[in-house]
């Protein structure tokens, strides 16, 4: 299932909307680097920016986060315990290529900071995404 949502519905989906002249930002966890670079070829062919959001946390506080979630039980999320160890250990950490595509993200960073600094990096004017 993974593989067929990497390779094949999310670029397809992401081709799409960059070929209606929009733009579009894909919510996925990319751990593999041949799935984050899919997505890059998929921009280059387009013409499009491409950017990854490094999203970074400790361990402990995605363990907190997905108990917290399964606890008010309204998050869609199958997300658990055991899918956090499956990515711990099947993440591929951005290369260096990648790096200098990516803006690195705290997970307690507050959402307005998150997105100055998005629109800082993609060079959006003032609060043009606020």
């Known amino acids: 299932m993974s593989e067929r949502l990497y390779a094949r519905h999310l670029p397809e989906q992401a081709s799409w909307i960059l070929a209606a002249g929009l733009s579009v930002v894909v919510d996925a966890t990319f751990l593999v680097r041949a799935q984050r670079q899919r997505m890059a070829e998929l921009a280059r062919q387009r013409s499009a920016r491409f950017l990854v ?47 200098g595509l990516s803006l690195p993200v705290e997970a307690d960073l507050p959402e307005a900071e998150l997105l100055a600094r998005l629109g800082e990096r993609l060079g959006l004017p003032g609060t043009a995404l606020g």
């Open 53 to 99: 959001l490094d999203c970074r946390s400790s361990v402990a506080q995605a363990q907190r986060r997905i108990a917290e979630r399964q606890r008010m039980g309204t998050d869609p999320s199958d997300a658990d315990g055991a899918v956090l160890e499956h990515q711990l250990r099947v993440i591929e950490p951005l290369d260096e290529q990648e790096g």
